[in-house]
């Protein structure tokens, strides 16, 4: 048996859930969000858990009793609360704002580079060098925060780009400076 796959969802007073035809989907102060079920597994509802159920124990579908429990728990969790990612902008004149439905980033390019901001997330830029990204869906706000930081990844000399706000970029040493000696000509 799944360890995580048996654990109940805990649902927060302010989050309502249904499941009807191979669908989940968790309605709170955040948005909406659906899942879809494979026919494998099946959920008990209750009015402060969910519970997911397996009808047999093929490997297949032990792999997903797991996998739909904790997918069910980011829904709830991002519909309840949400998830954010924050992204800092290192550089001399690298700077982003969003503009419209758009985020613009001046990442040291002849050129501004345009990123369209998707549906369901929300953009906020402090100070022009930090972005933060915040939605219900886990895995988009991720997604996008690794889309952002994948068009300039800081570079490992002088640490310029765009990193996630707890990463630590080892820098390399560059090439060392020789003395001219008496015999060099």
Request: aromatic share 6%; hydrophobic share 35%.
């Amino acid at each position: 048996m799944s360890r995580i796959g048996k654990k109940p969802v805990n649902i927060p007073e302010k989050v309502k859930v249904s499941f009807k035809d191979g669908t989940f989907e968790a309605k709170g102060p955040l948005g909406n969000l659906t899942l879809k079920v494979p026919e494998a597994l099946s959920l008990e509802l209750n009015d402060k858990a969910v519970n997911v159920k397996r009808s047999n124990d093929d490997r297949l579908t032990r792999s997903l009793h797991g996998l739909y429990r904790s997918l069910i728990n980011n829904a709830v969790a991002g519909v309840a609360t949400g998830y954010a990612k924050t992204l800092d902008i290192v550089g001399v004149g690298y700077k982003a704002e969003v503009k419209g439905k758009n985020l613009e980033l001046a990442l040291g390019f002849s050129h501004p580079v345009v990123f369209p901001i998707p549906e369901g997330i929300k953009f906020t830029v402090d100070k022009g060098v930090r972005v933060n990204i915040s939605g219900a869906d886990k895995q988009l706000v991720g997604e996008t925060a690794s889309r952002i930081r994948k068009i300039r990844s800081p570079e490992p000399y002088k640490g310029k780009g765009v990193r996630y706000a707890d990463e630590i970029i080892k820098k390399k040493v560059g090439k060392a400076a020789t003395a001219v000696g008496a015999g060099a000509k």
